[in-house]
């Protein structure tokens, strides 16, 4: 038996291209397969039966999944999501460019999604800000490891760069260091401040503390 994989479903090693769990919700769910084909494949200037046929696609709770799996598995025939052959052509044709951040969140879920090209260079990068491993990124991308490592470096250079051009460098001045700097500056400005007061040099704690900053 195959399995298949949903988006609702834990991570399979199958793609979301292969997932029909959608069709028992369906309005077309239960009909026979001739009044199927006849409803949803009519003649290309049957008008009155391609408006039938986009009648109860738009009463379809499904009808989203209906078109992708059309577009993922290039179903050029027919009409699948309430879109005829020549409505759905452009998306033919940008699919390598679409950019489902539906999906994005779906795979981050746990579900396994046909990503798109673009939509995994999303993924890759979202992983390396939400802190992943090359390891991690290998298995769930069924990449190898060596890749999954470069593709976090090209994406670790992407934010490095955005925050460049943003002027937003604050994270490497605190690694570096550079809160030392105003520590050794504030003694500076605090000594003349206590050339005022008198108390302050005669008190034993003040001894106590620069011996605890020699140690």
Same mark, same amino acid.
């Given at each position: 038996?195959?399995?298949?994989?949903?988006?609702?479903?834990?991570?399979?090693?199958? =793609?979301?291209?292969?997932?029909?769990?959608?069709?028992?919700?369906?309005? $077309?769910?239960?009909? +026979?397969?001739?009044?199927?084909?006849?409803?949803?494949?009519?003649?290309?200037?049957?008008?009155?039966?391609?408006?039938?046929?986009?009648?109860? $696609?738009?009463? $379809?709770?499904? =009808?989203?999944? $209906?078109?992708?799996?059309?577009?993922?598995?290039?179903?050029?025939?027919?009409?699948?999501?309430?879109?005829?052959?020549?409505?759905?052509?452009?998306?033919?044709?940008?699919?390598?460019?679409?950019?489902?951040?539906?999906?994005?969140?779906?795979?981050?879920?746990?579900? !396994?999604?046909?990503?798109?090209?673009?939509? =995994?260079?999303?993924?890759?990068?979202?992983?390396?800000?939400?802190?992943?491993?090359? +390891?991690?990124?290998?298995?769930?991308?069924?990449?190898?490891?060596?890749?999954?490592?470069?593709?976090?470096?090209?994406?670790?250079?992407?934010?490095? +760069?955005? !925050?460049?051009?943003?002027?937003?460098?604050?994270?490497?001045?605190?690694?570096?260091?550079?809160?030392?700097?105003?520590?050794?500056?504030?003694?500076?400005?605090?000594?003349?401040?206590?050339?005022?007061?008198?108390?302050?040099?005669?008190?034993?704690?003040?001894?106590?503390?620069?011996?605890?900053?020699?140690?």
């Amino acid at each position: 038996m195959r399995h298949i994989t949903t988006h609702t479903s834990p991570a399979t090693g199958l =793609r979301g291209i292969g997932d029909t769990s959608w069709h028992t919700r369906g309005v $077309c769910h239960g009909m +026979d397969p001739e009044d199927a084909d006849a409803t949803f494949f009519p003649l290309p200037r049957d008008y009155e039966a391609i408006v039938e046929a986009k009648e109860l $696609c738009g009463l $379809c709770p499904v =009808r989203r999944d $209906c078109l992708n799996y059309a577009l993922e598995n290039t179903l050029k025939e027919g009409i699948w999501g309430g879109l005829t052959e020549a409505e759905r052509r452009p998306w033919h044709n940008g699919l390598p460019q679409r950019l489902d951040y539906g999906r994005v969140i779906a795979f981050f879920n746990g579900r !396994d999604v046909h990503l798109t090209e673009i939509e =995994r260079h999303v993924v890759i990068d979202h992983a390396y800000v939400r802190g992943w491993r090359p +390891d991690r990124l290998a298995a769930t991308l069924q990449i190898s490891h060596k890749h999954a490592r470069d593709l976090l470096r090209q994406a670790a250079n992407k934010v490095f +760069d955005r !925050d460049r051009t943003f002027g937003v460098p604050r994270r490497k001045n605190k690694k570096k260091g550079t809160q030392t700097a105003p520590t050794t500056s504030r003694p500076a400005s605090v000594k003349p401040g206590m050339k005022q007061p008198a108390r302050q040099p005669a008190k034993p704690t003040s001894v106590h503390a620069s011996h605890r900053k020699a140690a």
